[in-house]
């Protein structure tokens, strides 16, 4: 069974930059498509970003220009990197493999003065 573990969360000013990591169990990792996703309080779980196998990359429109997603396959981790981050950023970040129920735990990011 493949787990996904977050971390990299926290509390930043607004203009900050973040980094999360998503560490994944198994030895297929290099084949799988990963995506960022989050849930502000009140707020339905929305995709952020996503990865195919071989690199590609998609972001949400809010996110565009600010946050990069990408994977390291030899240590099964795949990354959000957020820079210029604003208050409408604070959420629970969540990483998904897709295609699959798979979820992780999620990490709180807050982004306030």
């Known amino acids: 069974q493949v787990q996904l573990v977050e971390s990299g969360g926290g509390l930043v000013q607004p203009g900050g930059s973040l980094r999360l990591s998503c560490a994944a169990s198994?030895?297929?990792?290099?084949?799988?498509?990963m995506a960022w996703y989050r849930q502000a309080p009140g707020k339905q779980r929305e995709l952020v970003a996503n990865i195919t196998s071989g690199g590609s990359t998609s972001y949400a429109d809010p996110v565009k220009g600010r946050f990069t997603i990408s994977r390291d396959n030899a240590k099964s981790t795949v990354y959000l990197q957020m820079n210029s981050l604003k208050p409408e950023d604070t959420a629970v970040y969540y990483c998904?493999?897709?295609?699959?129920?798979?979820w992780g735990q999620g990490t709180q990011v807050t982004v306030s003065s």
């Open positions: 198994g030895s297929r990792f290099s084949a799988y498509y």
């Open positions: 998904h493999l897709q295609f699959t129920d798979l």
